[in-house]
């Protein structure tokens, strides 16, 4: 059975968001190929989620709709976060707030109907599947509390907020790839197990950057640097 042209709109969308979704991690932050490497990234995820969602929807799949949505909301706040000002925030982070909070309240919702299911599962998924992505999700939503309340992010925080949200993006995007579309690997590759790995990658970048910029000196002297560079430049 051929593929829809959909599917394979949504397959290659992934592709595209994983390879520069990568190679954005990597690059320098900041700089000229990353800027470019991170705004393919933004786009194939929009295709990539905006799809996801529909194709959940019409197969009555709500766990791939509400992900899908995530995922559209991620990556939309954390291009706007590395857009903006540093200490900037109005209506549109109040409209992106709400988002979160009803993707988490009703997977959380889902978690407990499921939980006290004789099988534990609803829709095809165990409880437990819904009560971590739906936990995440309510974790996104206190962060924009957070900055929501400090009306604004500046320095290593605005840059964790970006880094985390276009990391987890990532993750969606591997996971749906890598778990999802299992039928357009081989057979070999899925029996091995070996597809698993590729879908937790972005995970651990993400922690390893979070733990880099936060309790680390690197953005100091990421922007010691720039300041240098700005310096040598206007001599």
Sequence with gaps: MRPSPLLLFHICSGLVALLSGTAAMWLHKGSRSHIIAGNIFVISMLALSTTGSFMGLVKHHLLNVAM???AFYLVVT???TARRKSREAGIFDWG???VPVAIGSILVTFGVVAANRPLGMKHGYAAAVYLVYGSVALLFAAGDMRMLRSDGLSGAHRIARHLSRMCYALFIAATSIFQGEQQVFPEALRKSGVLFLPSIIPLIV????????RFTGAYAKM???????????RT
């Design 68 to 70: 899908g949505a995530l």
């Design 78 to 80: 954390a291009w706007v």
């Design 223 to 233: 922007s010691l640097t720039r300041r240098s560079g700005i310096r040598s430049l």
């Design 206 to 213: 993400m922690i390893f950057w979070l733990i880099r910029f």
């Design 96 to 98: 992106a707030f709400l």
